[in-house]
Structures are given as structure tokens and as C-alpha cells.
């Protein structure tokens, strides 16, 4: 219904081949054909402005990734056995963005396998097992991740070394937060061991993305990263969302004034290639090192490595983190302004391009308004703008356009908005 021809024939033809495990977003599927900066065009030549997708974090299709996959894929491209200078000059510009402390680094292809990575590397450091995530938590597809990835729901156990604790809700917990999650961490911990289960790693997205984007206050984080250190735990910051500019700082955890033992980070790292990877202090890696044989075949390949360093160079060169904090910030001031004018905005959070904007049916009893949240996500793409929810009550819209929106294009997407809630 109000579906295209062409669309629904796609459709059926996906089911049709590609079986029954995926989820198209919409109740009308959006079906793009191209990308440039924040704008995706659909089959029609249609504009489309893209608040959602933080793979294409510089914008879609950006010139100077392109220009650098295509020049390294002309001249050579292998598995990672060979000498390369390209992955050493990345690794080198990665690493300048991190603490002194983080002082290697190793590539994957996807934000999954670089978590897979991070918790074998952690269970030989910490001799332990015993994992504590948040209650809604992704942090990827492989089976060791799915069993600590609880927004996965009910169809997909939790391993029996996993620990949940509540997200640091602020909105809902009120001043009390940090100090309550802090003192959650530190007892789902106590709670693994005395199940014999020791220690081995607190992970954590430094957004709290699945769980309903939960920024605030910064600097919340120090004390839960040192009550699982307390414990005897690592601290693995998920920066596979946060990462690379995002919050208006190139690192979510610098946010929180925290030093992560583990870095985990993909998505907007090629701008849309497949490149992924961790940072570790040294010291942690050496039992690991010691025992394993790392070997992955795509991982830090030459076209990877040139896509990577292509996107730091754009950061940079272009100011997208500065970009993001102050268009985030317009966006912020902006939907706090709706908030005036329409009840169901219940909360306004979010730093950087990294927002969410929670939806209650009554402003006293914060019920979620989970129906009208999804009625707005769909509207909101009848009007041309792609945006998703996420939270326990999936109602919270999660908004997260490419770092290089501009003033306009956030004007356009709260006009949009506002007609949407007017209509509501
Ligand atoms: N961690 C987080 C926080 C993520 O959001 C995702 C992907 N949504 C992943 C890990 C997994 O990354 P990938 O899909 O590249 O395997």
C-alpha cells in the first residue's frame, strides 16, 4: 500500500532470496539509488535528508574517500601478510587521536569482530569471564556477541557470564544516576562471582545508543569504568557509534574525562567501507599476542588503510567534529524549543549529532508513547526525512545525520518535525 510498483516487486524478490532474517525499515520501504553530503536520492531523483546514517559520518559518497579507495584499488590490494606502508601510516594517525596510553592498534573489517577481538584479548588479560552490559545493549552480530547483546530480546539467551545492569537514565533517574550506576556495575560484578565467574570486562556503546541515547551528565562514566576496575575488570569503551567526531569530540569516552583500557570502533571509519578495528594498551596484549596468531585476511588491507586515512584527513580537514557540536547544539536549542509547543516531547538529550528525543504519552508518569513514536519515524519519511527510534519503549527517536549537516538542513529537519507533531 502507497507502495511503487518497482518497490513492491523488491521487495517480494528480497524475501524471496534473501530468506527471512532481515528488517527493512518504514512501512514504506525507502529504496536510495545515490548519496552527496546529507541528501540520498531515491529512484525517482526524490531528496531525501539522511538524519540516521552514521556510516557515511563525513556524507555520502564523500570525494576524497572515493578518490582514495579507487586510487589504492588501481594499484594493489592483498591480505595483511605483507609489508605495507599505507596501514602503518593509518595505524600511526589513529593513534594520535587516542590517550598516550593507547599505544596499538589492530584492524578488522567489522565493528562485531573488532568486540569479538576485544573480549578474547580481555579474557586473556583478566583470566576472567564475567561480562557486564547494559539492558538493552548491541555490540554486534558474531555468537559471542549476541549473547551480550540483550536488545537483541528474549529469542537470544544471554550467556550465562553476562550481566546486565540498567542504562544511566537520566531523564528517569534523575541526580542520582551516576553514583546508582556506578554502584549497579560494581554489583553486577559481585553477582558473576559469586557465581564463580571472575571478572573480565565492563563494555560499554559511550552513548548508550540502543538503550536511548544517554549522554548525560558527562563525566558519569569515570565512576562506573573505576568500579569495574575496582572489580578487577577491564573497561572497553564501543565507540563503533560514538567514534570519530560524532559528539562533537572525536572519542564519546572523552566526554566522561575517562581513559578506556580498550577502544573498539567501525562503522564511520571508512565512510562506508568495511574497515573496523581496536585500540589497547600495550601491557594488556602481551598474554594474548603470546598465545594467538592474529590473522585477518581483509583487515588493514591497503584499500582499507587508504579509506581510513582519508576519512581522519576529512575530519580534520573539513572541522567535522567542531561542525557537529555546533549543529548539534542549533539542533538541541531547537528541539527543546518543540518541546514548548508539543507535550509528547518528554526529553531532549544528546551531544554532538548523537540525539535523542524521548516521546511520553504524559509528561508526570512518562509512560512511552511507543505507537506515536513509530506514526512520527514514518512521517517524518513520507516528508523526506530518515531518522529511527530506539529504548526500551522504542520511543525514542535517535537521530544521527552526517557530520557535515548544515545549518539549513537542521532547520529543515525541525520544520519537519514540528509539521509532524502538529499533525499528530
Ligand atoms: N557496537 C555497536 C555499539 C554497534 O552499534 C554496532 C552496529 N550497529 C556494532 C557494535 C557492530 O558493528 P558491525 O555491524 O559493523 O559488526
Redesign the pocket.
Known amino acids: 500500500e502507497g507502495l511503487g510498483a518497482r518497490e513492491r516487486a523488491m521487495v517480494e524478490r528480497r524475501q524471496r532470496l534473501l530468506g527471512p532474517a532481515y528488517r527493512l525499515f518504514y512501512e514504506r520501504p525507502f529504496h536510495a539509488v545515490r548519496g552527496e553530503g546529507a541528501w540520498l536520492f531515491d529512484a525517482e531523483g526524490e531528496r531525501y535528508l539522511d538524519c540516521y546514517n552514521n556510516v557515511a559520518s563525513l556524507g555520502h559518497a564523500h570525494p576524497v574517500v572515493v578518490e582514495a579507495i579507487a586510487r589504492q584499488a588501481g594499484l594493489l590490494n592483498t591480505h595483511t601478510r605483507y609489508l605495507h606502508e599505507t596501514v602503518l601510516d593509518y595505524a600511526e594517525a589513529l593513534l594520535a587521536t587516542f590517550p598516550a596510553s593507547l599505544g596499538h592498534v589492530m584492524f578488522t573489517?567489522?565493528?562485531?569482530?573488532?568486540?569479538d577481538l576485544a573480549l578474547r584479548i580481555a579474557r586473556a588479560a583478566t583470566g576472567g569471564e564475567g561480562i557486564v552490559v547494559t539492558s538493552l545493549?548491541?555490540?554486534?552480530?558474531t555468537s559471542a556477541?549476541a549473547e551480550l547483546s540483550p536488545s537483541l530480546g528474549e529469542g537470544v539467551p544471554l550467556g550465562r557470564h553476562v550481566a546486565t545492569v540498567a542504562p544511566p537514565d537520566a531523564y528517569r533517574g534523575g541526580p542520582g544516576m551516576p553514583a546508582r550506576f556506578a554502584a549497579d556495575v560494581a554489583a553486577a560484578f559481585a553477582g558473576l562471582a559469586r557465581h564463580g565467574i571472575r571478572p573480565c570486562a565492563l563494555l560499554v556503546?559511550t552513548m548508550f545508543?540502543?538503550d536511548g541515547v544517554f549522554p548525560d551528565p558527562p563525566g558519569f562514566l569515570a565512576a562506573a569504568a573505576a568500579a569495574a576496575r575496582a572489580a578487577g575488570a577491564l573497561f572497553i569503551a564501543?565507540?563503533?557509534?560514538p567514534g570519530f567526531g560524532r559528539t562533537g569530540t572525536m572519542w564519546g569516552f572523552e566526554r566522561h574525562g575517562v581513559e578506556p583500557d580498550i577502544v573498539?570502533m567501525?562503522?564511520p571509519m571508512g565512510n562506508g567501507h568495511?574497515v573496523?578495528g581496536l585500540a589497547i594498551r600495550p601491557s594488556l596484549l602481551e598474554r594474548f599476542g603470546g598465545r594467538v596468531r592474529y590473522f585477518n585476511t581483509f583487515g588493514g588491507n591497503p584499500v582499507s588503510a587508504a579509506a581510513g586515512l582519508a576519512v581522519l584527513r576529512v575530519l580534520r580537514e573539513e572541522g567535522l567534529p567542531a561542525n557537529a557540536a555546533v549543529v548539534g547544539a542549533q539542533l538541541l536549542a531547537g528541539l527543546r524549543g518543540l518541546a514548548g509547543r508539543h507535550a509528547v516531547i518528554g526529553d531532549v538529550r544528546g551531544a554532538g549529532l548523537s540525539i535523542g528525543v524521548e516521546l511520553v504519552r504524559d509528561r508526570s508518569t512518562r509512560e512511552p508513547a511507543t505507537a506515536e513514536t513509530a506514526r512520527v519515524v514514518n512521517a517524518l519519511r513520507e516528508r523526506r526525512v530518515l531518522i529511527s527510534a530506539s529504548g526500551p519503549g522504542a520511543n525514542t527517536l535517535k537521530i544521527r545525520p552526517p557530520l557535515c549537516l548544515s545549518r539549513e538542513q537542521a532547520d529543515l529537519f525541525l520544520a519537519a518535525l514540528d509539521g509532524v507533531l502538529a499533525e499528530a
Open positions: 573489517c567489522t565493528g562485531s569482530e573488532a568486540n545493549a548491541y555490540h554486534g552480530v556477541l556503546d545508543t540502543s564501543d565507540e563503533v557509534q573498539t567501525g562503522k568495511p573496523a
